[in-house]
């Protein structure tokens, strides 16, 4: 109950967000399949990493999304040619090819034998000993690929003077 | 403590929405939206594995595929932004030119 509930709710709440017109409607979908995850890293008894779902996926990436188309101003008839362009048949042949590569990786990951063993949760203090002793190389090459990111949006963002 | 086939089947499943709406759409909103998807799909089968095998490093994994898509993200949007001002449109299909239309 712990999984399936949330596992529900993030299928169907992705499955909203990837079909919406309008981007805000479908942000909000992200966000609720977002929760939804968070629940499940939860109930997989990896609390550290549903806070930082929450958190960083939900308080910043996605605000990060809304903040940006507000400064795209999109109108309502960017909305109707988008509807307009997915009236048209467009999703047939991403869904027939998306349904086989599907099929191929599960039958791939589901269809060997593999052992049943009883995962245990890993609670945070593991993470944290972990992450700052052997994996601290890990840290620095992830603040450096955040300085890489915003040394280039700097640069992308400055306007061109004309 | 759930079977790790359970959340695996799970993000797999995620991940194929991600690709589908990459496929499928045009704004480029929804197209890094997909990719987010697809991102925290990944990240969804990192946290299953790291429980199967009651080890930190899935959630170590995590939190760099987070990294990842945080950068990823602004990056995006900033070239998103810098199209918007250029094309006055969002459609993928606008920026087929790698050169000046003029």
Known sequence: MMFWAPAAVALATTMLAITRANPVHALLWFVV?????????????????????????????????????????????????????????????????????????????????????????????????????????????????LLAGLVVSFHLGVEPKK | MTDWRSPAGLALALFMLGLLGLLARKNLVFVLMSVEIMLNAAGLLFIAAGMRWSTPDGQIMFIAVLNLAGAELAIGLALLLRLRGRLTTLDGDAAILLRDSS
């Open chain 1, 33 to 145: 399949s977002l929760l939804a995850m968070a629940v499940i890293f939860f109930g997989l008894g990896a609390a550290f990493a549903a806070a930082l779902e929450v958190i960083v996926y939900a308080g910043a990436i996605v605000v990060l999304f809304l903040f940006v188309v507000m400064m795209l101003s999109l109108d309502r008839a960017a909305a109707l040619r988008e509807k307009i362009f997915m009236a048209r048949p467009v999703w047939v042949v991403p869904i027939i090819f998306v349904a086989l590569l599907g099929a191929a990786i599960a039958f791939a990951v589901f269809g060997a034998p593999m052992p049943q063993m009883a995962g245990s949760a890993v609670p945070p203090r593991d993470v944290a000993l972990r992450l700052f002793g052997d994996d601290l190389p890990a840290v620095e090459l992830a603040s450096l690929l």
